[in-house]
């Protein structure tokens, strides 16, 4: 089971709230897609009611189970036992608003598996109840209810915002567990700011703007787009010139935040001088708005500094300014600062030769980051004259990360090169070929199969056990998303290893020579006769699952086993 994020947005009219509440959950009622073992259909029966459910719900203690329905807006966070105990009632309770005239979209997003299941409540909803219910039909699928990866889910720029807003807290209580989600609120209010007088350089900056007419000050702040709080227009909190000339006189956190890039929309230069020491600062909120007032001056230095940034600190409403700051940059040097970018020694192939990621994971990971953004820049500038040398990038470079996003970046770009090669590339996206670790001689070393030997074109393996699947994967040999036909993916198989080290799995290899080389799983044995007695009853449970979608079984008193062919 894995922890979930649940946000979007249901409005249920006021007058038909009484009558959701008091509705029995019916889960049998509504159809349930195939998919992950999740949302199913199969409620542990806990609750009889929506409101009881909804109850339940706003009982949780925020440490850091909690969620939240008010004024339409949805947004919780479910770790996986509260996740086994609610989702199932909760997801129910939801869908049933439809029938008192409840309209939204909600996913429930389950980030570390990047799927998300997404229920749209309302017409289609409705839709989907008036069709026949065929059982034995499984293309009767049902629009309003349905899996998808969650990058799919985020199209939603509503959903893609909200699900920001929850990692917010999500990242802040995976580094101090002892977060409740009320603390988090309450110390979201100061954004994280240091005080005012260790900080002289937001001391000089707030002088400078308060030496401004604060109508003009005004006007600049919401004609130039400057947000604050989760991206929303700051002219919301700040109505007037005269709410705007107080916040900035008391240092209200928002302003101060705001102040290096408010700066920058009247006096470039002066703002330029002093970004480096805002670019630090530890408040997200200012180096967010530190990143915008980098796009709005328009000089090569500046465009330079936003390629020297820490990728790996780039997350959420961080990201968004510094996507927006690239593609909006007017500098005149921009094309020659990113071809001389790709050429560099941080992200040129030839000068990552010999380098081992094991060796200084630190270092190896902030070169590829900044690889990785100078490449993304790329991308997002449309920049044709780079392709042949983001092409080598994505022929020749040692980081696997920084391959793939250099198929990216030509799938974007989308030059005469990227054509040609559409296959690569293609393949490289989806989790094969350069993708994966090239080391073909290690591949075969673990499988213990010759794979140079391509006459067959693929190579079959067997009897792999939890120890060599565990380092195919944490190799880069096999991707964990990666299924054969309808079996579970490769993370899954392992996943099932693990808790089950008897099973084995087999498969097999595509060669490198392929655009789409990469180790493949479509089988699972197990002989019971290994497996503990405490255990055999869910080794057998496993199997009665994964004959469901296997084309082949093996059942039997002594062996057991499911093939995807």
């Not at 429930?108 to 909803?125: K, P, S, W, Y």
């Not at 005004?218 to 400057?226: A, D, I, L």
């Amino acid at each position: 089971m894995v922890p979930l994020v649940v946000v979007g947005s249901l409005v249920v009219p006021e007058a038909a709230r009484a009558a959701w509440l008091a509705q029995p959950l019916d889960a049998g009622s509504l159809r349930w897609p195939d998919g992950p073992p999740l949302f199913r259909g199969e409620s542990p029966g806990r609750f009889e009611t929506v409101g009881e459910v909804l109850d339940a719900m706003a009982e949780l203690d925020g440490a850091p189970n909690h969620f939240g329905l008010e004024h339409g807006d949805v947004r919780g966070f479910l770790l996986p036992d509260a996740v086994m105990a609610l989702h199932q009632d909760l997801a129910t309770a939801l869908r049933q608003a439809h029938s008192v005239g409840g309209r939204g979209q909600i996913a429930f997003i389950a980030f570390t598996e990047q799927i998300a299941f997404v229920l749209d409540i309302g017409e289609l909803d409705a839709a989907s109840d008036d069709d026949d219910d065929d059982d034995d039909d499984d293309d009767d699928a049902d629009p309003s209810a349905r899996w998808m990866p969650a990058q799919q889910s985020f199209s939603n720029e509503d959903i893609a915002r909200r699900f920001m807003v929850q990692m917010e807290f999500v990242s802040a209580w995976d580094q101090d567990t002892t977060l409740t989600r009320a603390a988090f609120l309450a110390g979201q209010q100061g954004l994280g700011l240091a005080p005012l007088d260790a900080q002289p350089h937001h001391r000089a900056v707030l002088e400078q703007l308060r030496a401004e007419p604060a109508a003009v000050l005004f006007e600049r702040m919401r004609e130039g787009g400057v947000t604050g709080l989760h991206d929303r227009p700051l002219h919301e909190r700040y109505r007037d010139a005269a709410a705007l000339a107080d916040a900035l006189s008391h240092g209200d956190a928002a302003a101060r935040a705001a102040a290096i890039e408010l700066l920058t929309l009247g006096d470039p230069v002066a703002a330029e001088a002093v970004i480096d020491r805002f670019l630090d600062d530890p408040s997200e909120h200012v180096r967010r708005h530190a990143v915008r007032a980098l796009g709005r001056m328009s000089t090569d230095t500046a465009f330079a500094r936003l390629l020297e940034l820490d990728a790996g600190a780039m997350r959420g409403f961080l990201q968004i300014a510094l996507v927006h700051a690239i593609e909006h940059h007017r500098a005149p040097g921009i094309e020659r600062a990113l071809l001389a970018a790709l050429e560099s020694p941080r992200v040129r192939p030839a000068s990552w030769q010999g380098r081992s990621r094991t060796d200084a994971p630190d270092a190896w990971q902030r070169d590829a980051g900044h690889a990785m953004l100078v490449l993304e820049a790329v991308a997002i500038r449309k920049l044709a004259a780079a392709e042949e040398r983001v092409f080598a990038i994505f022929d020749r470079h040692p980081a696997t990360e920084v391959r793939v996003a250099a198929a990216g970046t030509l799938a974007r770009v989308a030059g005469p090169l990227a054509q040609a090669q559409a296959m690569p590339i293609q393949c490289a996206l989806l989790g094969m070929g350069k993708a994966l670790n090239q080391d073909d001689d290690r591949r075969a070393q673990l499988l213990g199969v010759d794979t140079k030997d391509e006459s067959l074109g693929i190579k079959r393996f067997g009897d792999v056990d939890l120890k060599t699947l565990r380092a195919l994967v944490e190799e880069g040999f096999a991707n964990p998303t990666t299924n054969q036909n309808d079996s579970p993916a490769i993370g899954d198989f392992l996943g099932m290893l693990e808790q089950h080290p008897e099973l084995r799995v087999g498969g097999y290899t595509v060669p490198l020579s392929r655009a789409d080389y990469r180790v493949s799983l479509d089988s699972i044995t197990v002989d019971i006769d290994d497996v503990p007695e405490d255990r055999k009853d869910a080794v057998l449970e496993l199997f009665e699952m994964l004959s469901r979608s296997a084309t082949n079984t093996e059942p039997g008193s002594g062996s057991h086993g499911c093939w995807w062919t």
